[in-house]
């Protein structure tokens, strides 16, 4: 499993699959994602929805933006 943050608050938004991820790196094309940051904003999240990510990846990543244009988002393996 991955646990998915929100780095400014450190909160934890959810967990994602190994298979999630996976998806989630590849739709993002960020290959560093678990070593480091990476942002998302309302329009990645329209192009990963138009692609056809996982709903329940795209509802952590939601949560994860809540009412703001942008965040930063980090995952660790655990």
């Not at 739709?27 to 998302?40: H, M, P, R, T, Y």
Request: glycine share 6%; aromatic share 2%; charged share 40%.
């Amino acid at each position: 499993m991955v646990r998915l943050y929100e780095t400014d608050t450190n909160r934890l938004c959810g967990t994602l699959s190994d298979r999630q991820f996976d998806a989630l790196v590849e739709a993002l094309e960020e290959e560093e994602l678990e070593d480091s940051e990476c942002a998302i904003d309302r329009d990645t999240l329209e192009t990963l929805e138009e692609q056809g990510l996982d709903g329940d990846v795209l509802e952590v990543l939601r949560l994860a933006l809540g009412d703001r244009h942008e965040a930063l988002i980090r995952c660790e393996r655990g």
